[in-house]
């Protein structure tokens, strides 16, 4: 999955065409954030409705690379190197969302497919008895 992104498209165009294609993983922007180092300052989080090439400052159109065999570390690399911003993967599990760093390695499928599962799971009740 490629998508196109120009002037006018916003960060959460980019979410919801993510979020549409694997259902349980999420993308969150952010402008200090240093995938290298898996750091993530909530205080620098872009707005939803910013338009991404006005936080980069780039004019040009380009298309991210999204296909399901590609690692989150790809991903998360390529928008900073193109817009110079920064992109965190995070996954479902139960009703939380986890950060994906310690498994970057690991394909956006096989994340959406960790979520799926996780949210299988956090749903089934246990009962214990002693």
């Known amino acids: 999955m490629k998508f ?3 002037e006018f498209t916003k960060i959460h165009d980019v979410q919801r065409a993510f979020s549409q294609a694997y259902t349980f993983l999420r993308l969150d922007f952010d402008q200090s954030m240093y995938p290298e180092k898996h750091v993530f300052e909530i205080t620098d989080k872009i707005r939803r409705h910013n338009v991404i090439n006005k936080e980069s400052g780039l004019p040009a159109t380009f ?7 590609r690692t989150v570390s790809e991903l998360e690399q390529d928008v900073h190197e193109i817009f110079g911003i ?9 009703k939380n969302w986890l950060p994906t760093s310690v498994s970057d390695d690991r394909t956006l ?5 960790q979520g799926k599962l996780s949210g299988k799971t ?9």
């Open 86 to 94: 920064s992109v965190r993967v995070l996954r479902k599990s139960g």
């Open 63 to 69: 298309a991210l690379n999204m296909n399901k065999y």
């Open 109 to 113: 499928e096989m994340h959406n497919e």
């Open 122 to 130: 956090s749903s089934v009740s246990i009962e214990v008895c002693y």
């Open 4 to 6: 196109q992104i120009d």
